[in-house]
C-alpha cells in the first residue's frame, strides 16, 4: 500500500535507534534525521515536517530523562504523536444522521476520482442504511453525468442530472429539492473538476455551494499521488468554500502518499475516507490513529477487529475472539480463517491490518497467487491429524511427520516447512491479543489504545 515504504523508513530509523547501546543526542539527531528524509521523499510539506522535528526535540528532553526511563519507548511515542497530531486537524467533521437530510458536497481536480469516489461513499452509507441519492452538477465535463448514471445504476441508488441543462447551479438546486422531496437523507452533489488556476470553475463552484443551500459539508477528494502540489492545491479549494474534510483516492498505487498529511494541514480538515482501489467496496474509514500504527508496523487492531466482526461468520466470532485472548492460536484457526479468507472475495483487506500480512502473505496486486497459496496451505492441513491442528505447539510435528504430511499432500517438504514457518510467525503476532478483554463492536478504540500502548 501506498505511505509503506515511508512507514518502513521510520520503523527502520527507529529501529536502528534502539539497536544503539546509548541513547544520546547523536543517536536522537539520525532517528530524527532520517524521519524527516523519508517524509520529504514522500512529498510532505518541508514546513510540516521541520515542525514535527522540533516538537520531538522538545518533548523528548534526554537530559531531563533520568536513567531507567525507557528512551525509546519515549521517543516512539513522541514520533507516534507527532504524526498523530499531523493527520489529526483537532475537530471531527460532520457527520451526517439519518432520517434527516444532508446535502454533502463533493468537489477536487479533475481525475481526482471525485466521481467514482462520490458513489463509493454513497454506497458505503446505504450499505449502513442511509438512503443516499447523487446530483450530477458537473457540467463541464462530456460524460461526467452518465458515467454518475452507470454508477448510480449499478449500486441501486437515485441520482439527478441532465443532458441539456448547462447552468451547473441549476442543476444542484433542482437535485436537492426533488431528493429532500423524496426523504432522501443523504444527498451527494458532484461538481465540476477544477484546477487552481481556473478561477471560472471556482467562482462556479462557489455559487453551487450557496445554491445548495449551504451543503452540510463539503469534501475535498485528492488523488494521493498530487506530491508536493497538494498543499497549495487544497488551500486554494479551501479558501473558495469551507472545506469540512478529505478523502484521499487511490492509495492502492505506487504514489508517495504524502500530500496527504499535506492536504490535512492546508485545509485544517480530516481525511475520513480512502480509496483503495477503482471498485466500489474499495473504500476505507480513514482512522488517524489505527493509521500510523500501521504506518509504522504497529499494527492496526482496531481495523482488524472491525474486519473479524464484518467478514467472520457471526456465529464464529465469539469462539474466534475467545481462542486469540486465551493467546490459543492453533494451526486450526489458521485454516478457518483461511476458508474466510477466501470465500470474502476481494482477499487480503482482513489480514492486511496486522503488521506482516500485507507484505509477506499476500501482497498487494498479487492476490491470485496468494489465493494459489493459500489453497495449497490448506491441502497441506489436511493432511493433518486432529492432535496437530489443534495444538498451538508445532514441536509435534517432526521430521517423519513433515515428510508423511508433504507426501500425503503430494507437496514438497520445502512447502510444508514454509506453511509451518507461516503458521509460527502469525501465532507470534496473534499472542499478542493473549489476555485481552473480547471487544463488542463499537469498543474498538480501547482495544486500540491497549494494543498501541
Ligand atoms: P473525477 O474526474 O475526479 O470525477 O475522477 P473519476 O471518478 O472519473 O476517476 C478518475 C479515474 O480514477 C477513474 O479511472 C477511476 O476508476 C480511478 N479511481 C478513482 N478512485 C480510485 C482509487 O481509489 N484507486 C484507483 N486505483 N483508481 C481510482
Redesign the pocket.
Known amino acids: 500500500m501506498v505511505l509503506a515504504q515511508l512507514g518502513g523508513s521510520i520503523s527502520r530509523a527507529i529501529q536502528q535507534m534502539s539497536n544503539a547501546t546509548i541513547i544520546d543526542e547523536k543517536v536522537l539527531n539520525e532517528c530524527l534525521n532520517e524521519i524527516t528524509r523519508a517524509l520529504l521523499q514522500a512529498d510532505v510539506q518541508f514546513k510540516l515536517v521541520r515542525e514535527m522535528q522540533t516538537n520531538i526535540k522538545k518533548i523528548v528532553n534526554l537530559d531531563d530523562l533520568a536513567a531507567g526511563h525507557n528512551k525509546r519507548r519515549i521517543i516512539q511515542q513522541a514520533i507516534f504523536n507527532e504524526l498523530c497530531k499531523m493527520l489529526d486537524p483537532g475537530k471531527p467533521s460532520f457527520t451526517p444522521k439519518k432520517g434527516k437530510p444532508s446535502v454533502i458536497m463533493f468537489v ?11 458513489t ?1 461513499y454513497a454506497y458505503y452509507h446505504q450499505k449502513k442504511g442511509w438512503k443516499p441519492a447523487l446530483v450530477c452538477a ?1 457540467t463541464f ?1 462530456a460524460g ?1 453525468f452518465d ?1 454518475l448514471k452507470q454508477n448510480a445504476t449499478k449500486a441501486k441508488i437515485p441520482f439527478y442530472g441532465s443532458y441539456t441543462e448547462s447552468d451547473p447551479v441549476r442543476i444542484a438546486v433542482e437535485g436537492v429539492e426533488t431528493f429532500k422531496k423524496e426523504n432522501c437523507d443523504l444527498i451527494i452533489v ?1 461538481t465540476s ?1 477544477r484546477h487552481k488556476q481556473e478561477a471560472a470553475l471556482f467562482e462556479e463552484m462557489r455559487q453551487v455551494s450557496e445554491a445548495t443551500v449551504n451543503p452540510d459539508l463539503v469534501i475535498f ?1 485528492m ?1 494521493s499521488s498530487i506530491g508536493q502540489a497538494a498543499f497549495d492545491q487544497a488551500q486554494a479549494f479551501k479558501q473558495s468554500v469551507s472545506v469540512g474534510a478529505v478523502i484521499v ?5 505506487h504514489a508517495k502518499g504524502g500530500g496527504a498529511l499535506s492536504a490535512v494541514a492546508a485545509t485544517k480538515s480530516p481525511v475520513i475516507f ?5 471498485h466500489m467496496d ?2 476505507e474509514v480513514f482512522d488517524v490513529k489505527p493509521f500510523v500504527s500501521r504506518l509504522l508496523g504497529m499494527g492496526d487492531w482496531s481495523g482488524f477487529m472491525d474486519k473479524i466482526h464484518e467478514v467472520v461468520p457471526m456465529d464464529q466470532q465469539p469462539e474466534l475472539l475467545q481462542k486469540l485472548s486465551e493467546g490459543n492460536f492453533t494451526l486450526r484457526i489458521m485454516y478457518e480463517q483461511f476458508q474466510n479468507i477466501l470465500k470474502m472475495g476481494p482477499i487480503g483487506q482482513v489480514f492486511s491490518m496486522l503488521p506482516g500480512f500485507s507484505s509477506e502473505l499476500m501482497p498487494k496486486g498479487r492476490e491470485k497467487e496468494s489465493q494459489a497459496k493459500i489453497k495449497r496451505y490448506m491441502t497441506m492441513m489436511d493432511s493433518m491429524t486432529n492432535e496437530e491442528l489443534d495444538s498451538s505447539n508445532p514441536k509435534l510435528m517432526n521430521d517423519s511427520r513433515i515428510m508423511r504430511i508433504a507426501r500425503g499432500s503430494g507437496r514438497q517438504v520445502r512447502e510444508v516447512m514454509e506453511m509451518l514457518e507461516e503458521y509460527k510467525r502469525l501465532a507470534k503476532i496473534w499472542s499478542k491479543m493473549k489476555g485481552l478483554k473480547i471487544p463488542k463492536k463499537g469498543e474498538m478504540s480501547a482495544l486500540s489504545r491497549n494494543m498501541n500502548a
Open positions: 477536487g481536480l479533475q481525475g481526482s476520482g471525485k466521481t467514482t469516489t462520490c463509493k458537473d465535463r461526467a458515467q458532484d473538476g477528494v488523488d483516492t487511490k492509495m492502492d498505487g480512502i480509496g483503495t482501489g477503482e474499495e473504500f
